[in-house]
């Protein structure tokens, strides 16, 4: 008899196995990275022009990103309703600028005002994403839509009439509806300029926003290691075994939501506060798409994500935001074509990136 003969399986433990198994896994940065590079040099853009705003972003967007880190850990996926987030910071804001509260008082009042307004909006977002249990992100996403309308409407209708508002800068001159815009001018740059490099020709380090920053990233990295954050991460991992070991799952994703979506109000105030200039009805929108794109093009998927791939991801995105116009002017020879192409980065980023993440996916699935 002919002995049978045992199939060869490959070395997984090859240094070529390995070379390919990092390049799939970190296929979507180093595609931004390398757009980025190409945009960068086509944009032809002052070096301290870009290195400035650069620092800018960093100082003023990873906190909106950092807010979806816990429901991505305790397997809801991304939260696109950090928007109700967004919009418990703005209440705040809108509140400490009618009575004109200013400087850091103002910012820290309008960060303690937004904390029950965002319990009370990531609770039911939070019970809401209970009853669409697989199907979070798009539940959420949807949830964002209809809150956006509720938003519209009641700042449209109910304030000045219901809710009284003797502040004429801020209301409509029919006396019904708060202004499109709002001028945060007291508050503006509040945080940024207790600490502030200038030093610089043409950078400014805004220190002590960077400081808020890293004390949110150790905070979170700290609280994940709690007992709260282990039951989140089993939760994350199998909602079955986490159950039968005795964990209120339920309550486990909702506290999930209510703490993505109080990080997202308190990084909506930070945001602004740099920005100066509060646009009522719009500054919420884009804010969950341009989270999303960020963590996802630093690496992260709908299941996995870390500190590091916050800030990553808000490094490229945001550098890739600042230079695509300008490159695509250049290379298109038309400016609202530049235009075009930075509404195409923010909304094609996540298609990119959710495909690559299946290919991971399926590759990393095929070599086991």
């Known amino acids: 008899m002919i002995p049978e003969q045992k199939e060869l399986k490959p070395n997984t433990n090859s240094p070529l196995i390995k070379i390919k198994r990092k390049l799939i896994e970190f296929a979507v940065p180093l595609l931004f990275l390398v757009l980025c590079i190409i945009g960068a040099y086509y944009a032809r853009l002052q070096p301290s022009f870009l290195i400035n705003e650069i620092i800018m972003r960093m100082a003023r967007n990873p906190v909106l990103v950092l807010a979806l880190i816990i429901p991505v850990l305790a397997g809801m996926g991304m939260n696109f309703a950090i928007v109700l987030g967004a919009m418990a910071g703005q209440i705040g804001l809108i509140i400490?600028?009618?009575?004109?509260?200013?400087?850091?008082?103002?910012?820290t009042v309008a960060a303690l005002i937004a904390v029950p307004f965002a319990i009370i909006f990531g609770y039911l977002?939070?019970?809401?994403?209970?009853?669409?249990?697989?199907?979070?992100?798009?539940?959420?996403?949807?949830f964002g839509f209809f809150?956006?309308?509720?938003?519209?409407?009641?700042?449209?209708?109910?304030?000045?009439?219901?809710?009284?508002?003797?502040?004429?800068?801020?209301?409509?001159?029919?006396?019904?509806?708060?202004?499109?815009?709002?001028?945060?001018?007291?508050?503006?740059?509040?945080?940024?300029?207790?600490?502030?490099?200038?030093?610089?020709?043409?950078?400014?380090?805004p220190i002590s926003t960077l400081i808020v920053v890293a004390l949110f990233c150790i905070l979170i990295t700290?609280?994940?290691?709690?007992?709260?954050?282990?039951?989140?991460?089993?939760?994350?991992?199998?909602?079955?075994?986490?159950?039968?070991?005795?964990?209120?799952?339920?309550?486990?994703?909702?506290?999930?939501?209510?703490?993505?979506?109080?990080?997202?109000?308190?990084?909506?105030?930070i945001w602004l506060q740099n920005i100066g200039t509060l646009n009522t009805y719009g500054s919420h929108v884009q804010v969950g798409l341009f989270a999303v794109a960020a963590l996802l093009i630093g690496g992260a998927s709908v299941a996995k994500a870390n500190i590091w791939q916050v800030l990553l991801g808000t490094f490229l995105f945001h550098t890739l935001f600042i230079i695509?116009?300008?490159?695509?002017?250049?290379?298109?020879?038309?400016?609202?074509?530049?235009?075009?192409?930075?509404?195409?980065?923010?909304?094609?980023?996540?298609?990119?990136?959710?495909?690559?993440?299946?290919?991971?996916?399926?590759?990393?699935?095929?070599?086991?």
């Open 96 to 107: 400490i600028t009618h009575y004109e509260a200013t400087g850091i008082t103002g910012v």
């Open 125 to 142: 977002t939070g019970k809401l994403l209970n009853r669409a249990k697989g199907k979070e992100m798009i539940t959420s996403m949807i």
């Open 324 to 368: 695509s116009p300008t490159a695509g002017r250049n290379l298109l020879g038309d400016a609202q074509i530049g235009e075009f192409f930075r509404v195409f980065v923010a909304y094609g980023v996540i298609a990119v990136a959710l495909v690559l993440h299946a290919w991971q996916k399926h590759s990393a699935a095929k070599n086991k």
């Open 222 to 269: 700290f609280f994940m290691k709690t007992k709260l954050g282990q039951d989140i991460r089993a939760v994350g991992q199998n909602m079955e075994i986490a159950a039968i070991s005795g964990i209120n799952v339920d309550k486990i994703r909702i506290t999930a939501i209510i703490i993505s979506t109080v990080l997202a109000a308190w990084g909506q105030i």
């Open 147 to 205: 809150a956006v309308y509720v938003w519209q409407l009641f700042f449209l209708v109910f304030v000045g009439s219901i809710i009284p508002m003797r502040n004429e800068k801020m209301i409509l001159s029919t006396g019904v509806g708060v202004r499109n815009t709002v001028d945060l001018v007291g508050i503006r740059y509040a945080l940024d300029d207790i600490i502030k490099i200038r030093d610089l020709p043409g950078i400014t380090i």
